[in-house]
């Protein structure tokens, strides 16, 4: 069954550090891009990171240069370091793992979905 | 960045209906277009992709047209396990969901 678990989610101070990892199981990790998606309590979907194969890195302007994603593969695994957080970044933490259809073009699919970690940034 | 929106943002419905939620992007993504469903405490799901299609596994009374800027998501014949808040998303450039529409029982 192809799963994923995220864990080190918690209360952290403003300014603070946390690394978040997601298990993996049931399928090949190195074969696709993984995500990291947040959602706020009562509120919407944000995207905050996608690591490919080749271990390029993307992420939106609200969290680059304080969050840092990676992979481990030979561990099946996935992390999210973030630094000098913010309120604003409390939320529910998701892993996703992205799957390509490829067919008359290129189309990209966040198909399992871990249950989610939560994140509390406050003093 | 893309911007993305929703409308309306929630809705009130009864099983059997038909529902429709539209979804605008701030720039062209020609069909660059997916739709998840989130129930309460749940991850998302996804439904639809690349505007149009259906996700495998995925019932038939979901549906998704549009292309450029602008897309439709329909649920014919509403059924109890709908009631959930639905989302588009855009990957055209990077990734950005739509602010959400929560579909309840009237």
């Known amino acids: 069954e192809v799963q994923l678990v995220e864990s080190g989610g918690g209360l952290v101070q403003p300014g603070g550090s946390l690394r978040l990892s997601c298990a993996t199981s049931g399928f090949t990790l190195s074969n696709y891009d993984m995500h990291w998606v947040r959602q706020p309590t009562g509120k919407g979907l944000e995207w905050v990171s996608v690591i490919g194969t080749a271990g390029d890195t993307y992420y939106p302007g609200s969290v680059k240069g304080r969050f840092t994603i990676s992979r481990e593969n030979a561990m099946n695994s996935l992390y999210l370091q973030m630094n000098s957080l913010r309120a604003g970044d409390t939320a529910v933490y998701y892993c996703?793992?992205?799957?390509?259809?490829?067919?008359?073009?290129?189309?990209?699919?966040?198909?399992?979905w871990g249950p989610g970690t939560m994140v509390t940034v406050s003093s | 960045d893309i911007q993305m929106t929703q409308s309306p943002s929630s809705l009130s419905a009864s099983v059997g209906d038909r529902v429709t939620i539209t979804c605008q992007s701030s720039?062209?993504?020609?069909?660059?277009l997916n739709w998840y469903q989130q129930r309460p405490g749940k991850a998302p799901k996804v439904l639809i992709y690349?505007?149009?299609y259906l996700e495998t596994g995925v019932p038939s009374r979901f549906s998704g047209t549009g292309s450029g800027t602008n897309f439709t998501f329909t649920i014919s014949n509403l059924q109890p396990e709908d009631f959930a808040t639905y989302y588009c998303q855009q990957y055209d450039d990077l990734f950005t969901f739509g602010p959400g529409t929560k579909v309840d029982i009237k």
């Open positions: 720039h062209h993504i020609s069909k660059s």
């Open positions: 690349a505007a149009s």
């Open positions: 996703a793992r992205g799957r390509w259809y490829y067919g008359s073009g290129s189309y990209i699919v966040f198909d399992v």
